[in-house]
């Protein structure tokens, strides 16, 4: 199973399919590791704008936002 992570500058919007296939992409066997790269991502400056898995797994921005937000509150309160 991969997991790829599409990100971008800040300010940066949806990623269409055309773009997609043009973008470059971090790639990783775990969706734990894709969204680990996600915040480090987020944490330098940049936007992960997507994360896409051969199991069908689709996040859009907003929803690697929720799970970012979910693992920092988890990681407050733990």
């Known amino acids: 199973m991969t997991y790829r992570v599409y990100s971008g500058?800040?300010?940066?919007?949806?990623?269409?399919?055309?773009?997609?296939?043009?973008?470059l992409f971090k790639e990783f066997t775990a969706l734990d590791d894709a969204l680990s790269w996600a915040r480090h991502v987020n944490q330098g400056g940049r936007v992960p704008l997507l994360i896409e898995g051969d199991d069908g797994t689709r996040m859009d921005r907003r929803a690697i936002g929720d799970a970012l937000g979910v693992g920092e509150r988890e990681q407050l309160s733990g």
């Open 9 to 23: 500058p800040k300010g940066s919007g949806k990623i269409s399919p055309l773009a997609k296939e043009q973008m």
